[in-house]
């Protein structure tokens, strides 16, 4: 059973935005706080947490996408947004949902890819 759905990548010049979605199921939206997750590419590269909304709706970034990153959710669809403006190459990576405690199985992840 696929419970989480990411979507919205592409390839954006520098300064470009974009906006991901991510569709997830009831049973994991309505009760934990959610978060957005990167991979870059590159031997070593980690899996970070780049932003995260709480069920009461209080958001958090990690510094390199404060000021530029937005996170969202629409509670009646069960989705998560992350809007994305002033993206640069470094933000190049595949980005995923999930759970920001008790993590579930990961989505397929959404490629973006930023040039200079």
């Known amino acids: 059973q696929v419970q989480l759905v990411e979507s919205g990548g592409g390839s954006v010049e520098a300064g470009g935005s974009l906006r991901l979605s991510c569709a997830a199921s009831?049973?994991?939206?309505?009760?934990?706080?959610m978060g957005w997750y990167r991979q870059a590419p590159g031997p070593g590269k980690q899996r970070e947490l780049v932003a995260g909304i709480i069920i009461g709706g209080s958001t958090n970034y990690a510094d390199s996408v404060k000021g530029r990153f937005i996170i969202s959710k629409d509670n009646a669809k069960n989705t998560v947004y992350l809007q994305m403006n002033s993206l640069k190459p470094e933000d190049t990576a595949v980005y995923y949902c999930?759970?920001?405690?008790?993590?579930?199985?990961w989505g397929q992840g959404t490629q973006v890819t930023v040039s200079s």
């Open positions: 009831a049973s994991i939206f309505n009760f934990n706080g």
């Open positions: 999930n759970t920001l405690r008790n993590l579930h199985s």
